[in-house]
């Protein structure tokens, strides 16, 4: 059973940095995709990074700040967020698409449905 965990979370001031780690024994072998969920909100996807490092981008309002990345010897894949902003505050999870677990859809995911194998998530806070 794979178990994935999330860190890297924390409070932040607007303007700041934080990178999100997303590790599982065996994640060279898949898929991750980085999604993020505030408050009385569904929970959204950010980006995807293949088993070979193929990047799909899923959120307008990250592009250009948010980055994913992974180093497969550490078994670890990363969310470099820039430039944080109050609405980027969020619970951050990562998961493993179901249907081809190496691969990322070019289509948004439904995270409920097209995702699974969630980490507890990290806390995102960005505030003054």
């Known amino acids: 059973q794979l178990r994935i965990v999330e860190s890297g979370g924390g409070l932040v001031q607007p303007g700041g940095s934080l990178r999100l780690s997303c590790a599982t024994s065996?994640?060279?072998?898949?898929?991750i995709g980085w999604f993020r969920q505030a408050p009385g909100n569904e929970r959204e996807p950010i980006s995807c990074?293949?088993?070979?490092?193929?990047?799909?981008e899923y959120l307008d309002s990250v592009k250009g700040r948010f980055t994913i990345s992974r180093d497969n010897a550490k078994n670890t894949v990363y969310l470099q967020m820039d430039n944080l902003k109050p609405e980027d505050s969020a619970v951050f999870y990562c998961?493993?698409?179901?249907?081809?677990?190496?691969?990322?859809?070019?289509?948004?995911?439904?995270?409920?449905?097209?995702?699974?194998?969630w980490g507890r998530g990290t806390q995102v806070t960005v505030s003054p």
């Open positions: 065996g994640l060279e072998h898949y898929a």
């Open positions: 998961a493993i698409p179901v249907l081809n677990p190496w691969t990322c859809s070019k289509n948004t995911p439904r995270p409920k449905y097209d995702y699974d194998h």
């Open positions: 990074i293949s088993k070979t490092g193929e990047v799909i």
